[in-house]
């Protein structure tokens, strides 16, 4: 059986194929090209003895960590090219350091790095050892240049935070009458004691033997006091006393000794023996027979 024979018409699209890949031939090769140059350019930056670091700039007060100790615990981090370094490694290394609160690492073209750093404050001492910061972290450090005027938290290992927050609103409510507190505690039965200093000018300190019934050799140092304040309704108790206190107890307070602020309805004081019995100030009903 014989094939018909075919007749096949040419399209002219068969002969623009080849002249489309050789229009696009020329520019893909000026690609790849650039691409290598690229790669090596790169690869050039990057080499450890490229753009070396000179320098580190600081910024910061650094009143009770010191620069150029960090600057000797980050060296073996800061060596060789800028462009490569481990800016967040750097960062946690000086972040470890006693008493820094916050890090800002940054490169400085061509050959330094830029640090930041931010200082805890310390607000109080802690009574476990150590110091408590204002942003509520304790630092361990025991020959810190940190002034001793300051006021002494004491508590549980993981109290601190809740000794802060306390210290911070019942020292605005005790602020406003004359008393700033110097001592804040929280027992493991989660009671609270206070010792409190008046700020008062002018407190009545009596300094005639002839009239004082024996009082007169009182110290000239600042008048400090005990709030015993328990466990339940310590904010209230706080304020309660606050509201009475500039009435009730300014103009002696001198001889104050203790203040028991676990009462339903008011207070008790315990004078500086002056041969004056316990005195309960608006109070009735003491409420202690389960508190510490």
């Given at each position: 059986?014989?094939?018909?024979?075919?007749?096949?018409?040419?399209?002219?699209?068969?002969?623009?194929?080849?002249?489309?890949?050789?229009?696009?031939?020329a520019p893909l090769g000026i690609m790849?090209?650039?691409?290598?140059?690229?790669?090596?350019?790169?690869?050039?930056?990057?080499?450890?003895?490229?753009?070396?670091?000179?320098?580190?700039?600081?910024?910061?007060?650094?009143?009770?960590?010191?620069?150029?100790?960090?600057?000797?615990?980050?060296?073996?981090?800061?060596?060789?090219?800028?462009?490569?370094?481990?800016?967040?490694?750097?960062?946690?290394?000086?972040?470890?350091?006693?008493?820094?609160?916050?890090?800002?690492?940054?490169?400085?073209?061509?050959?330094?790095?830029?640090?930041?750093?931010?200082?805890?404050?310390?607000?109080?001492?802690?009574?476990?050892?150590?110091?408590?910061?204002?942003?509520?972290?304790?630092?361990?450090?025991?020959?810190?240049?940190?002034?001793?005027?300051?006021?002494?938290?004491?508590?549980?290992?993981?109290g601190h935070e809740e000794i802060l927050?306390?210290?911070?609103?019942?020292?605005?409510?005790?602020?406003?009458?004359?008393?700033?507190?110097?001592?804040?505690?929280?027992?493991?039965?989660?009671?609270?004691?206070?010792?409190?200093?008046?700020?008062?000018?002018?407190?009545?300190?009596?300094?005639?033997?002839?009239?004082?019934?024996?009082?007169?050799?009182?110290?000239?140092?600042?008048?400090?006091?005990?709030?015993?304040?328990?466990?339940?309704?310590?904010?209230?108790?706080?304020?309660?006393?606050?509201?009475?206190?500039?009435?009730?107890?300014?103009?002696?307070?001198?001889?104050?000794?203790?203040?028991?602020?676990?009462?339903?309805?008011?207070?008790?004081?315990?004078?500086?023996?002056?041969?004056?019995?316990?005195?309960?100030?608006?109070?009735?009903?003491?409420?202690?027979?389960?508190?510490?």
């Amino acid at each position: 059986m014989s094939r018909k024979p075919v007749n096949r018409r040419i399209k002219e699209s068969d002969f623009v194929l080849p002249a489309f890949g050789h229009r696009f031939a020329a520019p893909l090769g000026i690609m790849l090209l650039l691409a290598a140059i690229g790669l090596f350019v790169v690869d050039q930056i990057f080499q450890p003895t490229a753009f070396p670091v000179q320098k580190i700039n600081w910024t910061g007060n650094f009143e009770l960590t010191n620069y150029e100790r960090i600057e000797k615990k980050i060296s073996p981090m800061v060596q060789g090219n800028v462009l490569a370094l481990d800016l967040h490694k750097i960062e946690q290394s000086v972040k470890s350091v006693n008493w820094v609160d916050e890090v800002s690492v940054r490169r400085g073209w061509p050959d330094s790095i830029a640090i930041s750093v931010t200082e805890h404050i310390p607000v109080a001492r802690w009574g476990r050892g150590g110091w408590v910061t204002k942003s509520g972290a304790v630092v361990d450090d025991p020959n810190a240049l940190v002034s001793k005027r300051l006021p002494i938290f004491d508590g549980p290992v993981e109290g601190h935070e809740e000794i802060l927050r306390r210290y911070r609103d019942w020292g605005s409510i005790l602020a406003p009458v004359g008393l700033m507190i110097e001592e804040i505690e929280l027992t493991e039965r989660g009671s609270w004691k206070v010792r409190v200093k008046v700020t008062d000018e002018g407190v009545f300190r009596p300094v005639d033997r002839m009239v004082d019934t024996g009082v007169a050799n009182l110290s000239p140092e600042p008048v400090l006091f005990n709030l015993q304040i328990g466990r339940s309704n310590a904010d209230d108790r706080i304020a309660r006393f606050s509201r009475v206190y500039r009435d009730s107890l300014l103009s002696k307070v001198s001889l104050v000794k203790h203040v028991d602020l676990r009462h339903t309805n008011g207070f008790s004081v315990k004078w500086i023996p002056v041969e004056e019995p316990e005195t309960e100030i608006k109070g009735n009903d003491p409420d202690r027979s389960k508190e510490a």
